[in-house]
């Protein structure tokens, strides 16, 4: 089991664009949710994983993720997934010796820009970049379950 400590920001400017080591190209879905816990399938260019994590609390949960056959990956999100699939191009920006990840969402998120890191314990001193803006860290309409749900709803 991993402790996952993470922290989330809008990104205020696109100076980031000049400044990622790498990027990949990555394809989730999300396979169970209920009360915080959720079960996804992602998919990167040459692999795919199973994880499981636990609800949030602060800027922790526990994360159990796996490695799975490419082919399993890609049937559980075609056939398991439904509308809860997205896809997104992961940038990876190094600031002050932190990675942060820069994720810019495709198809039914187009448009959404977040920035992630992952610290080593939540009391950690972050400098942040400056392109990174408002911190939603525990926002649920920052959650990709409910973004997701806000873009599918009807329009009146």
């Not at 980031?16 to 399938?41: C, H, P």
């Not at 602060?58 to 997934?81: K, N, V, W």
Request: hydrophobic share 40%.
């Amino acid at each position: 089991m991993l402790i996952e400590i993470e922290r989330k920001f809008l990104v205020a400017e696109p100076a980031w664009q000049n400044l990622y080591t790498s990027r990949e190209r990555l394809r989730d879905g999300l396979i169970a949710a209920t009360e915080g816990l959720k079960v996804r399938v992602r998919l990167y260019e040459n692999r795919a994983t199973l994880a499981v994590k636990t609800k949030q609390v602060g800027f922790t949960r526990a994360e159990y993720e796996y490695e799975i056959p490419m082919d399993e990956g890609e049937q559980l999100l075609a056939l398991h997934c439904g509308n809860s699939k997205l896809v997104k191009t992961r940038y990876y920006v190094p600031y002050r010796g932190f990675t942060w990840e820069v994720d810019v969402y495709e198809e039914i998120l187009s448009g959404v820009i977040l920035a992630e890191v992952e610290l080593s314990r939540a009391d950690v001193d972050l400098p942040l970049p400056p392109w990174i803006g408002r911190e939603v860290t525990g926002e649920p309409e920052y959650k990709k379950i409910n973004m997701l749900k806000a873009r599918l709803a009807p329009t009146a």
